[in-house]
């Protein structure tokens, strides 16, 4: 059982369930705060991200630098990781077995870190949460996917590849401001609403244990 995401890392960096691990340097688990609200998912480590074993520190990692910059956030209070740990040769898709090797280790990190918004980059992030969808068509629209909100967008090397795209990602990061408030105001109104029923609870209870004088008249 993977207790914390430290033991998961420990795993990973031995992980040869897939053919990935024969051409790893470095795997690369993810890396972000154990409590982050937001979790971001790539698809896979690229070249600096295979030489250094941290996640989107290449020139896509630079531009989703300047991304999270625009939707307020800042790396270190986020979560980043990929669906597969190692680098596919040549940066090639992830391929269905790699993928499924790599998901427990994938969802055990959802289960500990329990974000509330998780932000997909990519195709095969995407897949995981929407199945088998054309990014084009949900981009930027958050939406409740069990206990969570899920908000699919291009991965930001696309841009690198297709100038056009920039402008939709920021565009898109630009709403996550909003999503992120929209959130935290609904976590905040059921913080209320439990507090006001734990203190009825209470009061009824205290209520039920006292003891009531009998009248003698």
């Not at 009824?204 to 009248?215: A, F, G, H, I, Y």
Request: charged fraction near 25%; include cysteine.
């Amino acid at each position: 059982m993977m207790n914390n995401l430290h033991e998961i890392t420990l795993l990973v960096s031995k992980c040869q369930n897939c053919a990935l691990h024969h051409s790893r340097i470095k795997s690369v688990p993810g890396e972000g705060p154990d409590n982050a609200r937001i979790m971001f998912i790539g698809e896979g480590p690229g070249f600096h991200e295979n030489q250094q074993g941290r996640p989107f520190v290449g020139q896509a990692g630079k531009f989703l630098d300047e991304l999270l910059s625009v939707s307020g956030l800042k790396r270190e209070t986020v979560f980043i990781t990929n669906v597969v740990k190692c680098r596919p040769p040549g940066n090639r898709d992830p391929q269905p077995e790699e993928l499924e090797a790599c998901s427990k280790f994938l969802d055990r990190q959802i289960e500990l870190i329990n974000p509330e918004i998780i932000v997909t980059l990519g195709r095969f992030s995407m897949a995981k949460f929407f199945g088998q969808v054309k990014i084009s068509q949900i981009h930027g629209i958050m939406r409740k996917i069990g206990q969570r909100y899920v908000v699919a967008m291009y991965h930001p090397a696309a841009a690198l590849h297709q100038p056009a795209l920039k402008s939709t990602l920021l565009d898109d990061f630009s709403k996550l401001k909003k999503y992120i408030h929209q959130v935290e105001s609904e976590r905040e109104i059921k913080e209320v609403n439990s507090n006001k029923y734990n203190s009825i609870v209470v009061e009824k209870k205290e209520d039920e244990d006292t003891p009531t004088q009998l009248s003698l008249f």
